[in-house]
Every structure is written in C-alpha cells, then in structure tokens.
C-alpha cells in the first residue's frame, strides 16, 4: 500500500515515514543507504522499479526525485510513500516537486536521508554538467550517470572526462565489467608477448572506454573498430604467435578461440538496469580503475577508427 501526501512538505513526508516504520513495528537498522534516482516522470517507473530490485541485496530508503517545473505553477510537492511491503524491502519515497520547488529538491531530500549511511545519487537519463557541483551531487559519496542515454554519446564522455570527479561514475563503463572478467581469465592462461589488440563494437560509449583500459592495462595500441553488434561483438588480442579472440555474436555466449581454435565457450550476456545498479550499489567506495581510464581517455579518439564489419545500426543499452 501507499501513503500519498498531497501540497506536503519534507517535515510532513519524514513524519509519515516514521509513523508508517512505527505501524509496522520496523527500524530503519537494516538499511545501509539512501539512494536517489532523478528523473523526469516517463523514465521513473523503470528506474524506480530497478532500483527496488537492488533493494533486495541493499536494503535501502530510495528517494525518486521527479522534477515538474512546468508553467506557472505555485511551489507543491506531492509524495507517495511505500514501506518494506510488496514494492520491496527498505523504504520507497516517490517525491513531485512542481513549480519552483523543482529547483530547490535539496531542500526537500535533505531531511530525507537517513542518517550516518551513505547516499548515493543516480541520473537515469539526463545529468547536471557537474554532477558533483550538483546540490543534489553534493550530498553524495557515489554519483551514477549513464552516458549511454545521451543523444550525442561522444559529446557526453568528453563532457564527463572534463568534468570527473572522485565517486562519480558512468553505466556504461560497469556494462564492460563481464568483458574485462573474461579478458583477465583468458589471459590467465600463458600467452606469447601481446602487439596489439582490436575491440569491435557498434558506436556507444563502452568501446572507446574499453579501448583506453586495454591501452592501460596491455601497454600496446588497441584499435577500434565499428561493427553491426549487437554492442561490442568482438575483442581480438594480437600476440607474436597469433590472435587471442573473444567474440559474442549473439550478445548472450562468447566463444574463446586461439590461433583460430575455439577453446571454450563463455557465459557474457548483456545485462538489464537493475544488474547494472545492483553492481554499483555493492560499491560505496570510489571506482579508482573507472577514474583512472577516465584520467586516460583520449577525446579525439572517442569515435572508430574504421568501419570493416557491415553497417553500423543503432546503438542500444547493454554492451
């Protein structure tokens, strides 16, 4: 069940929180975290619904802030409050600030949070420049944007890399995360002295970020090269001996292949907004392999170098 307060203010909604924990004979012990998602009102439901499925490993108050500012609208805020029923364990708080509120959430989150836990703020779609000059930013430890819902994503790194900061991180970088697991475990095998390397991949936001962590980590040139997909398709590692490849052609399994010999086959799907969230959540502290590949993004290499694998299509979510 939900409690909706109408015309309310911030004491109003804490009060009713506390009257609601109260009703239920719960506390706010068990929870590690406030999280809070600012959207527009199209995009709150998923992400809200995402974030409620990461509640069940983190238990969790989350806020959805839904800015309205619209026209000529006196300041209102309008809540719904859900608590530990069937919207998931924690506490659920949708806020609708309208008018000039829509401003000033600050002002409305602040005495919001609960106390001596982290916060953690996430941009499902659209995100301040600054996040962390953000006021909302500034309450936070961790802050999560997803440079893959931008309309220009080229624009959107370049953008992010200018304006990085300690705790800030991006989607499309923990999308690379069963990519990078299955490097390391198929270089864990010996292998002849690394050349270079090639990662194909449609044009989105986890290539030219998956591009600058090989450089990293490999110490060789990595070329980037634009494909069909679906997202990255293929990693191709080019030794003294021959290639190391990596390819997932159906974006679900990859196969592994040697000189080209398959060796194994890999479980790599591509995964869903809560999986991404959730990923994120386990991780309070700053990403220091995300902000370091950030420090070494290269803004005039952030598009393919080539085009070889067949028309390029739309990029989509998942990498």
């Known amino acids: 069940m939900t409690l909706r307060l109408e015309n309310t203010n911030a004491s109003a909604v804490a009060a009713a929180i506390q009257s609601e924990r109260h009703r239920k004979g719960s506390t706010a012990s068990g929870m590690v975290m406030t999280l809070v998602i600012v959207t527009d009102e199209e995009n709150q439901a998923d992400a809200t619904q995402a974030a409620q499925y990461s509640a ?3 238990p969790c108050r989350i806020l959805t802030v839904i800015p309205r500012p619209g026209r000529n609208i006196g300041p209102r805020l309008d809540a719904g409050i ?13 806020l609708r600030l309208r008018g000039e509120l829509s401003r000033h959430a600050e002002s409305v989150v602040l005495p919001l949070l609960l106390s001596d836990t982290p916060v953690v703020v996430w941009w499902p779609t659209t ?6 000059d953000d006021p909302l930013g500034r309450l936070a430890s961790r802050r999560i944007i997803d440079t893959t819902e931008a309309e220009d994503f080229v624009a959107a790194l370049a953008s992010k890399k200018a304006n990085m900061n300690r705790g800030d991180t991006d989607l499309s970088w923990t999308r690379l995360t069963p990519w990078r697991a299955a490097l390391a475990a198929t270089l864990d095998q010996p292998y002849d002295p690394i050349t270079s390397a090639t990662v194909h991949s449609q044009p989105i936001p986890a290539a030219p970020l998956m591009r600058t962590w090989l450089e990293w980590r490999l110490g060789v040139p990595v070329k980037y090269v634009s494909s069909a997909g679906p997202a990255i398709n293929q990693i191709v590692v080019h030794t003294q001996a021959g290639d190391i490849t990596i390819s997932r052609p159906d974006g679900h399994m990859a196969t592994v ?3 080209g010999v398959s060796v194994k086959e890999l479980f790599l799907p591509r995964r869903e907004i809560k999986d991404l ?10 990403d220091e392999t995300y902000e370091e590949t950030m420090r070494r993004l290269d803004t005039n290499r952030l598009e393919p170098d080539s085009e070889v694998d067949g028309e390029t299509q739309p990029a989509t979510m998942e990498s």
């Open 56 to 58: 069940g490993e983190h």
């Open 82 to 94: 859900s608590m530990g029923d069937s919207d998931g364990p924690g506490e659920l708080v949708r």
């Open 127 to 132: 995100h301040p420049t600054n996040v962390a």
């Open 257 to 259: 292949e040697r000189n």
């Open 277 to 286: 969230i959730g990923e994120e959540l386990r991780r309070l502290n700053p």
